[in-house]
Nanobody
Framework: QVQLVESGGGLVQAGGSLRLSCVAS????????MGWFRQAPGKEREFVSQISWNGGSTYYTDSVKGRFSIFRDNAKNTVYLQMNSLKPEDAAIYYC???????????????????WGQGTQVTVSS
């Protein structure tokens, strides 16, 4: 069983920064791709970023490229999402997700991931 716990959300002014964390409890012998998704009120959950099990490959949705950065510390079973230059349209609940995989890349759909956290709220004031 894999458990994911997000933290780091909060209220920030437009142009500000936040760092989200996702701590995972899992079998250390298994490799996991990690992803971040977000869901704004009245909208579907959408892909934000993905990182391979060894951190060697990262991917971003176009709207966050150059502003967000995903990285991981496998010694701490933690994946991070550094969010800079935040915009009001970035406001959402951010979810961490995991998929057991040795691949460098998987799909960006919700069904491509097996495990989900409960989410952390990010609010951006204009």
């Amino acid at each position: 069983q894999v458990q994911l716990v997000e933290s780091g959300g909060g209220l920030v002014q437009a142009g500000g920064s936040l760092r989200l964390s996702c701590v995972a409890s899992w079998r250390t012998s298994t490799r996991y791709i990690m992803g971040w998704f977000r869901q704004a009120p009245g909208k579907e959950r959408e892909f934000v970023s993905q990182i391979s099990w060894n951190g060697g490959s990262t991917y971003y949705t176009d709207s966050v490229k150059g502003r967000f950065s995903i990285f991981r510390d496998n010694a701490k079973n933690t994946v991070y999402l550094q969010m800079n230059s935040l915009k009001p349209e970035d406001a959402a609940i951010y979810y961490c997700a995991a998929k057991a995989s040795s691949s460098q890349r998987i799909g960006r759909g919700l069904n491509d991931y097996d495990y989900w956290g409960q989410g952390t709220q990010v609010t951006v004031s204009s």
